[in-house]
């Protein structure tokens, strides 16, 4: 617990050094400060993942509501070290990022604040302290998406949506921890969780579901994940990461944290709702990432996709323990953290391989890029192996945790409840529409943006970015490849997190080894050897290539002009561009995506008969926020325009509705 | 069952896996063949030989390599890649024998994310060539990979609930152990749902055609354009191996009567022969499906393909009604 408390006082203290340092040494002050403080709490977490022990720190309470309290416990460690690592990553990533940018005071302080927000929100043990770590985790992040408006209004539009939606969603954790405490005469965790079962039914689900609404639009779940895909592409390119990486894993954190552990589970409802959230925010996610052709928001997209699929794997876990299936529970939560922990990984390389690409070439929309692997050839490869492990291609990480998933569904089965079953069953659909389309979403990005034929003069004189930036990038591929080639070695490290997470003592699920092997489930991969047989193969078909163009005209290939159809140059107008790639699909999808179709046709002044321009638009914005969301605006407007009658600024009109109030109270409590 | 520890049980295994390569490395353009050749007849035509896949595969060896100059290093390592993949999948599935290689990790899911390795390496392949032809095929074959994968998916998980595992040698094991499987509803609707999804990946008729350069409606055929030579040779070789798997699979799944469960060389040559008789059936089937329809419109493939994650669904439905 010390080490802990020393690497946040170190991550603070960067915080300070990015504030008070002059601006040539400011940048690094706090990228040095906040990586030793993280690795100190990565160490810290680690060690708490790996003994399974717990320890509390707590201060004096002299009056009511006032005091830290702080617990590190397995489930919250696993969290830490995702965030540790990714604070890592970002922090140097933000050394070179910055090199070119003149970031302003607030911005680099403000970067180790979020992250010392990030490590100790699992930590907060009681109300008070989590709600205060909560809700400078959310002030933080905000002024870090605000960072970089003077030079993009959008960041502006963004930064609205994202304090609206997370304060909504605060004040509803709020209520909810309030109702808890004031039953349990405690605002800390560890009495609450004694007294919640004494409540009723009805009064412990009205509060499931109100933390429920909070931490899912956290987590960026469908329907209240407007706010992700603008804010996540809006934010600087390593805030972007920690947000994507880190905080909306919190909100998984949350529900877990207090379903399963402080409300103790529940009732089996409960949790197929929260699949059901799960199936939609995949299906939803992995549709509008297919279509979209901003770089950034397609991988904010992508984040709601997987944080669905890790809901699906939690509400399994959840409905599975209600219904008396204590293993299959603990494999599909094992399923769930496992993916969380993979997606933190590839997630946060591919928004700091994006922001590398805005870096170089100043736009993130992909009919703009292409040809970047010959100018940018380490970021093309970092975002290549994110890619393939985000379209879960063994033997990548992506695909372990999705295998695992699989058979946590699959498993699941042998439940008797036969809503569990339909939910598990659109689980699996789920997972594989999704499976598919993230590898088209994917294909698309990386052969769209890294491959062919540069777009624009900008793609074309694209540079390879800073060392300390592609050092940030690779030390998250590193875990990408890791953890898929050797899942079953942080396996059993991570179920000691499930056990805690799911409250209680559970059946190991998965043996340790190298591989993926089910324990009393029939079910086993071994990725590493699959990874030697795919070698092997590929070294065999290489020797086949080479033994047969030995014996050919001449053995070396040549390179000559692609056939461009009897013409006698091939343009890059003439490829196919990001929207032009997802047409099929988003033809397919038509009824989720809803795309406006706008086309302008000038003519000549001479003659209607010949066109001089015509200038097609297409835009794709989210279906929800247009049908829901924007209703309730104007409803919600109408409303302010009616108060703002009452409100003309003059003092005695407010003196007057003061006495107004009074008498009313008086005679109401006379 | 499942492959043993011991050296000589492994050596035995490996020896088994490479039987299996060789026998689809040779069957798969002979399928191919057969397929071409039982069209022609049936329009009256006589047709190549069966053999001529092979011959093809011959010719593209002994001619040049050229690359495009816009193309990268994905597209050399692509027809590797593409052949490779299919091949760890062909090893590692129990077609001749129960026990092959790797037999413990021949998941169904490990198998489906295998296939769609190839398709995505393919994939980028055609975008990285930086024509107009290559990103239409590219997006076209992921738009319909996108859609069968579901459909895929949810058959196996028809097929896995049964035997409460995902691992090939055990399913195969248990419809062995069980021949009146044969007949029930919820297999007959996922072999239905499954035979789609093989259409749909190995780029048949109704879903794409193998044999037209029409750019309105060919996929697989953009998508490898740029290529030439040997290099084209691997690519064909590794969709010829991708069909011959995938029938053996559908095969595998749901009639795998004769496959070996010991290495007595009498049994595998049975399971070899068997083998050929079943895909060959199965490719009759799927030549009468291509000769009787029509190519659909792209944009119609969907609904088909819907219908085939639809029976898959009903086929789950079934098998836990049934149980």
């Given at each position: 617990m010390h080490l802990y408390l020393y690497g946040l006082a170190l991550i603070l203290a960067g915080a300070l050094a990015g504030t008070l340092l002059p601006a040539r040494s400011r940048v690094s002050g706090a990228a040095l400060l906040g990586s030793i403080g993280c690795a100190m709490t990565l160490i810290a977490a680690t060690r708490t993942l790996l003994d399974g022990q717990t320890s509390v720190y707590q201060t004096s309470t002299v009056l009511p509501f006032t005091g830290v309290h702080l617990l590190l416990d397995p489930f919250g460690a696993l969290f830490i070290v995702v965030t540790a690592v990714l604070g890592i990553a970002t922090s140097l990533y933000g050394v070179g990022y910055a090199r070119k940018i003149q970031k302003s005071r607030i911005e680099t302080g403000m970067f180790p604040l979020f992250l010392a927000c990030l490590v100790l929100v699992p930590v907060a043990a009681s109300v008070v302290t989590f709600m205060v770590a909560w809700e400078l985790m959310a002030a933080t992040s905000f002024l870090l998406l605000l960072a970089e408006h003077r030079s993009r209004p959008e960041a502006r539009d963004a930064a609205q949506w994202y304090a609206a939606m997370t304060q909504f969603g605060a004040a509803a954790i709020l209520i909810g921890l309030v109702v808890l405490a004031a039953h349990a005469g405690s605002q800390s965790f560890a009495v609450i969780r004694l007294h919640a079962p004494g409540l009723s039914l009805g009064v412990r689900s009205t509060v499931f579901l109100l933390v429920l609404i909070g931490f899912a639009s956290k987590a960026g779940a469908v329907p209240l994940h407007v706010w992700l895909p603008r804010a996540h592409a809006e934010a600087a390119s390593p805030v972007s990461a920690l947000m994507s990486g880190a905080m909306v894993n919190l909100g998984i954190y949350g529900i877990i944290r207090v379903g399963n552990g402080l409300l103790g589970g529940g009732v089996l409802w409960w949790w197929l709702v929260v699949l059901a959230i799960g199936v939609a925010s995949a299906l939803y996610g992995a549709v509008q990432a297919v279509a979209s052709s901003d770089l950034k928001r397609l991988l904010a997209f992508s984040t709601i996709d997987n944080i669905g699929l890790v809901l699906i794997g939690v509400g399994a876990a959840g409905a599975l323990a209600d219904t008396g299936h204590r293993l299959l529970a603990a494999l599909a939560m094992l399923a769930a953290l496992f993916h969380l922990t993979n997606h933190a990984a590839f997630k946060g390389c591919l928004f700091l391989a994006a922001g590398s690409v805005q870096h170089a070439t100043?736009?993130?929309?992909l009919d703009h890029l292409g040809g970047l692997v010959r100018r940018m050839p380490a970021t093309a490869f970092l975002f290549g192996i994110a890619s393939l492990s985000i379209s879960a291609l063994p033997p990548f990480n992506g695909f372990a945790s999705e295998w695992l998933l699989f058979q946590g569904l699959l498993h699941g089965f042998a439940t008797k409840n036969s809503i569990t079953a339909v939910a598990l069953l659109a689980g699996v659909g789920a997972l594989a529409l999704t499976g598919g389309l993230t590898a088209a979403a994917f294909v698309k990005a990386l052969g769209i943006g890294f491959l062919g034929q540069p777009r624009t003069p900008e793609a074309s004189t694209a540079h390879e970015v800073a060392p300390s930036m592609i050092s940030g990038m690779v030390l998250l591929a590193i875990p990408c490849v890791v953890l898929g080639i050797i899942p079953g070695v942080v396996l059993p490290v991570i179920s000691r997190a499930t056990d805690v997470g799911l409250g209680g003592t559970f059946p190991r699920s998965v043996q340790s080894g190298l591989g993926l092997r089910l324990s009393g489930l029939s079910g086993m991969i071994e990725p590493v050897l699959l990874l030697l047989a795919l070698l092997s193969a590929l070294i065999l078909a290489w020797g086949v290539l080479q033994l047969v163009a030995r014996h050919s005209a001449r053995g070396q290939a040549r390179s000559v002009e692609a056939w461009g159809s009897g013409r006698a140059l091939l343009t890059p107008k003439m490829e196919y561009t990001a929207t032009s790639f997802a047409e099929p699909l988003q033809r397919v999808f038509v009824d989720v995506l809803r795309p406006s179709h706008d086309a302008e046709v000038t003519h000549v002044a001479e003659s209607r008969y010949f066109e001089h321009e015509i200038n097609y638009r297409l835009q794709i914005d989210d279906a929800i926020e247009r049908s829901w969301y924007r209703p309730l605006i104007r409803y919600v407007m109408a409303w302010g325009n009616i108060a703002r009658r009452v409100q003309n600024g003059s003092t005695h009109r407010y003196l007057a509705f003061g006495f107004i109030a009074l008498v009313v109270i008086l005679v109401v409590l006379a | 069952m499942i492959a043993s520890a011991s050296t000589s049980g492994l050596g035995a295994a490996i020896g088994a896996s490479l039987l299996q390569l060789v026998v689809v490395v040779l069957g798969g353009p002979l399928l191919m063949g057969l397929m071409v050749k039982i069209r022609a007849r049936a329009e009256g035509r006589k047709g190549p030989p069966i053999r001529q896949p092979l011959l093809d595969l011959r010719k593209l060896a002994g001619k040049e390599r050229i690359h495009s100059e816009h193309t990268s290093v994905v597209f050399v390592i692509t027809p590797l890649l593409l052949v490779a993949s299919i091949a760890v999948a062909i090893a590692i599935t129990p077609l001749v024998t129960t026990s092959p290689v790797l037999g413990r990790s021949a998941d169904l899911f490990v198998i489906v994310f295998l296939i769609l390795t190839g398709s995505v390496s393919l994939a980028l392949a055609g975008l990285d060539s930086g024509t107009a032809f290559g990103g239409m095929g590219s997006s076209r074959a992921m738009a319909i990979g996108a859609l069968a994968e579901p459909a895929l998916l949810v058959a196996m998980l028809a097929l896995s609930i049964q035997v409460r595992s995902s691992n090939l040698p055990e399913i195969v094991s248990a419809t062995l152990a069980h021949p009146d499987w044969i007949a029930n509803p919820e297999r007959l609707l996922a072999f239905v749902a499954l035979l789609i999804v093989v259409i749909a990946e190995t780029g048949r008729i109704p879903v794409d055609n193998p044999s037209t350069h029409l750019e309105l409606t060919m996929v697989h055929e953009a998508m490898i354009l740029e290529y030439s030579g040997p290099e084209l040779g691997l690519v064909m070789l590794g969709q010829a191996m991708r069909l011959g798997f995938l029938f053996a699979l559908v095969a595998d799944l749901f009639f795998p009567w004769g496959i070996a469960s010991n290495s007595n060389p009498a049994r595998l040559l049975l399971g070899i022969v068997l083998l050929g008789t079943k895909t060959t059936i199965i490719a009759t089937g799927v030549t009468l499906i291509e000769i009787s329809t029509a190519k659909l419109r792209l944009f119609r493939v969907p609904e088909l393909l819907t219908g085939g994650f639809v029976l898959a669904v009903l086929a789950v439905v079934t098998g836990l009604v049934a149980r």
């Open positions: 100043g736009t993130r929309d | -």
